[in-house]
């Protein structure tokens, strides 16, 4: 196993950001002043505060004497809390397959302690088999992707997985998925039988919720699509929403964002069959795909 959910750069910079936030706040210094103190604008100290970029330590350090900070212990503190924000997660190894955007994520997921997401097309990523995932990145714009870039890509989602379900102590994974996205047969009909079997060994796992919205369910209020929501167990970095898009995504961390997105978790979890029917659900869907003919593979 891993080791505990120690926070990754993405985490940190967030953690710093907030943290300088509130130092610049209770010096009652504005953001076009403090920009200015470190030959920037208040653009700038905005994505700093957000952790949206990397940290110089010069500036960390001019904004610590700006806002009145004189301890050596608490500027080395931050200092290094800026040091260590500046460090490549382990992702990094794979940003040849990851667009920038995505990095983000990578991070935030890695510090994350629960996630709930609702899935409309595919099966999570962070349940998918090594087969499923290359059926999935073949069906991407991107078009015939060369064999190497198709097993980065698998190897970042299992690499994924083992980092955050297989830590101790693991995430919380609380997946709301629709049927339809179960039934559809990503990569062929022994992918999608091996796929549905994977999801019964995970739901067996203590840190690991699925639940399952039938076809035959009327319509619900996570109509815009997928997204996810990460819980942190560190007080500074408060829940994030995750929405992805074709050549983007979105980070909501407004509570009123929040709240709206797991208000709308909280009622489908609450509406849809519960976990304890996902074993007879998933066997009855590989009972289906096993009377169903023969497709030819990749289909």
């Given amino acids: 196993m891993t080791g505990r959910n120690e926070p990754g750069p993405t985490a940190l910079r967030i953690m710093l950001g907030a943290h300088l936030r509130r130092l610049r706040e209770r010096a009652g210094v504005a953001r076009a002043e403090a920009g200015w103190a470190i030959r920037g604008s208040e653009s700038k100290i905005s994505r700093l505060e957000l952790g949206r970029v990397g940290f110089k ?3 960390v350090l001019d904004l610590l004497t700006l806002y009145g900070v004189t301890d050596t212990a608490e500027r080395e503190r931050l200092v290094q809390l800026a040091r260590d924000a500046n460090n490549p997660g382990w992702w990094h190894q794979y940003g040849d397959v990851t ?3 995505f990095d983000a ?3 935030l997921e890695a ?6 997401t609702y899935e409309v097309q595919f099966v999570p990523g962070l349940l998918q088999i090594p087969e499923y995932t290359r059926a999935v990145a073949q069906l991407t714009p991107a078009g015939d992707r060369p064999d190497h870039e198709l097993d980065q890509i698998v190897a970042l989602r299992r690499t994924r997985q083992h980092q955050v379900l297989d830590r101790n102590p693991p995430l919380k994974l609380w997946a709301v998925v629709e049927e339809s996205a179960l039934r559809r047969s990503i990569g062929g009909a022994e992918v999608q039988r091996a796929q ?4 019964l060994d995970a739901i067996e796992r203590p840190n690991i919720t699925l639940q399952i919205i039938p076809d ?3 319509g619900h209020a996570a109509t815009g699509g997928a ?5 942190f167990p560190e007080p500074d970095l408060p829940d994030v929403v995750y929405l992805e898009h074709l050549t983007s995504a979105l980070y909501l961390d407004k509570r009123d ?3 709206a997105y797991t208000r709308i978790l909280d009622t489908l979890a609450a509406t849809v069959p519960p976990p304890q029917e996902t074993p007879d659900i998933l066997n009855a869907l590989l009972r289906q795909v096993a009377r169903s003919p023969r497709r030819r593979e990749g289909q």
Avoid: H, K, M, T
Wanted: charge should be negative.
């Fill in 227 to 231: 997204f996810s929501v990460l819980r």
């Fill in 216 to 218: 035959r369910s009327p």
């Fill in 105 to 107: 994520y990578l991070g």
């Fill in 57 to 59: 330590e010069r500036d």
């Fill in 257 to 259: 964002d929040v709240d």
């Fill in 111 to 116: 510090a994350a302690e629960l996630i709930r």
């Fill in 99 to 101: 667009p920038d955007w």
């Fill in 196 to 199: 549905l079997r994977a999801l």
